[in-house]
């Protein structure tokens, strides 16, 4: 008969001792209940097959260890203490924990509990840096885990084993005198040390003087335009050539934005004079903002307006505007010009911004 045979005819025994299969169950939780069995039976090769199978289960022994980096500091010094937990793979571990003291030790860091995976189950370590001060021998004492490896009810415990310190503390030669405290020492700085410095200050140095450059160069000196000196007064100038603009008959022609054009020229120069600011080169809206200031009509100053917004809408809009429309730009920079050559003109206009 073969020995697999004979393992199920002591499982068949076993079973009918202890009363059904559930009842079996619990008698067969431990393979050598069943190897009990066999060798009541006289049957030592199942009883050796079991005894086998036992040892296999249980061949991964789980332990507890706790490691030093070594035994003797003097007061304050860190010592490395490593704790591991050798285990089943399925096995619970309940892991103590520490706050700022192990037994008499402060603890000064910890870290994180790990697990990390081997051929025969896992390993679980955490590590700490612990210290004394004060002198002395000291025991570092068996640190306790609890184990649950789910195989029954049971709570297994492994431990640690005691650790032996000795903390020393610093030699002080009593039989003599104190000594006063020692004066600083000059540290001599070689081109080593001083490179970067002078690296450091020379960029320093040309950001500067770049800064300086730009900051202090001359800017070209605008040109500011001169007023010519007129023969006769400006507005007799101006109604001439706003009556020359008119027999040209520019815009009748199609040319509009010409026509535009020299009324705008004619207005400024006309302003440039009788009031003195530089109106040649400003934009519609600086003359606009500057002839608000004036002591003008809301008549005159509503005619002069409509000038220089209407040419502009002719030269950078290109809007067509109404024959009445170009007709009545003329009419408002004649109508202006006689409105305000007898009104008293500053004091040395002809020569401000000049």
């Given at each position: 008969?073969?020995?697999?045979?004979?393992?199920?005819?002591?499982?068949?025994?076993?079973?009918?001792?202890?009363?059904?299969?559930?009842?079996?169950?619990?008698?067969?939780?431990?393979?050598?209940?069943?190897?009990?069995?066999?060798?009541?039976?006289?049957?030592?090769?199942?009883?050796?097959?079991?005894?086998?199978?036992?040892?296999?289960?249980?061949?991964?022994?789980?332990?507890?260890?706790?490691?030093?980096?070594?035994?003797?500091?003097r007061i304050g010094e860190p010592i490395r203490l490593t704790l591991n937990v050798d285990a089943m793979m399925n096995t619970k571990i309940s892991w103590p924990q520490f706050a700022d003291k192990i037994d008499s030790?402060?603890?000064?860091?910890?870290?994180?509990?790990?697990?990390?995976?081997?051929?025969?189950?896992?390993?679980?370590?955490?590590?700490?840096?612990?210290?004394?001060?004060?002198?002395?021998?000291?025991?570092?004492?068996?640190?306790?885990?609890?184990?649950?490896?789910?195989?029954?009810?049971?709570?297994?415990?492994?431990?640690?084993?005691?650790?032996?310190?000795?903390?020393?503390?610093?030699?002080?030669?009593?039989?003599?005198?104190?000594?006063?405290?020692?004066?600083?020492?000059?540290?001599?700085?070689?081109?080593?040390?001083?490179?970067?410095?002078?690296?450091?200050?020379?960029?320093?140095?040309?950001?500067?003087?770049?800064?300086?450059?730009?900051?202090?160069?001359?800017?070209?000196?605008?040109?500011?335009?001169?007023?010519?000196?007129?023969?006769?007064?400006?507005?007799?100038?101006?109604?001439?050539k706003l009556t020359q603009l008119e027999e040209e008959k520019l815009w009748q022609k199609g040319e509009e934005k010409q026509y535009h054009l020299r009324l705008s020229e004619i207005m400024r120069e006309y302003l440039?004079?009788?009031?003195?600011?530089?109106?040649?080169?400003?934009?519609?809206?600086?003359?606009?903002?500057?002839?608000?200031?004036?002591?003008?009509?809301?008549?005159?100053?509503?005619?002069?307006?409509?000038?220089?917004?209407?040419?502009?809408?002719?030269?950078?809009?290109?809007?067509?505007?109404?024959?009445?429309?170009?007709?009545?730009?003329?009419?408002?920079?004649?109508?202006?010009?006689?409105?305000?050559?007898?009104?008293?003109?500053?004091?040395?206009?002809?020569?401000?911004?000049?």
């Amino acid at each position: 008969m073969s020995w697999i045979k004979r393992s199920a005819l002591c499982v068949e025994c076993c079973a009918k001792k202890s009363g059904g299969f559930q009842s079996m169950c619990a008698f067969l939780k431990s393979p050598l209940r069943v190897g009990f069995c066999a060798i009541a039976r006289g049957d030592l090769g199942v009883c050796f097959f079991l005894v086998l199978t036992f040892f296999s289960q249980n061949s991964i022994s789980q332990t507890a260890t706790a490691t030093l980096d070594r035994n003797e500091i003097r007061i304050g010094e860190p010592i490395r203490l490593t704790l591991n937990v050798d285990a089943m793979m399925n096995t619970k571990i309940s892991w103590p924990q520490f706050a700022d003291k192990i037994d008499s030790f402060d603890v000064t860091y910890k870290s994180v509990v790990d697990s990390i995976p081997n051929e025969k189950g896992k390993t679980i370590s955490q590590t700490f840096n612990i210290t004394a001060f004060d002198s002395g021998n000291y025991e570092l004492k068996p640190i306790v885990f609890l184990l649950d490896t789910n195989d029954d009810d049971q709570i297994d415990t492994v431990k640690t084993k005691t650790q032996l310190i000795t903390v020393t503390t610093v030699e002080v030669d009593t039989t003599k005198g104190i000594r006063p405290i020692k004066g600083l020492m000059e540290v001599s700085i070689g081109w080593r040390e001083r490179l970067p410095w002078i690296i450091g200050g020379g960029i320093v140095l040309l950001i500067g003087g770049v800064i300086t450059f730009f900051a202090t160069r001359k800017k070209p000196a605008q040109e500011i335009p001169v007023r010519q000196i007129l023969m006769r007064p400006i507005h007799e100038i101006a109604l001439e050539k706003l009556t020359q603009l008119e027999e040209e008959k520019l815009w009748q022609k199609g040319e509009e934005k010409q026509y535009h054009l020299r009324l705008s020229e004619i207005m400024r120069e006309y302003l440039d004079y009788r009031f003195g600011f530089i109106a040649i080169e400003a934009t519609t809206e600086e003359i606009i903002s500057h002839m608000s200031k004036e002591h003008l009509s809301q008549k005159l100053f509503a005619k002069l307006k409509e000038i220089f917004e209407s040419g502009d809408l002719v030269k950078f809009a290109k809007m067509n505007l109404l024959p009445d429309e170009h007709h009545r730009c003329l009419t408002n920079a004649v109508e202006f010009v006689n409105g305000t050559f007898n009104q008293s003109q500053p004091e040395n206009a002809a020569e401000k911004n000049a």
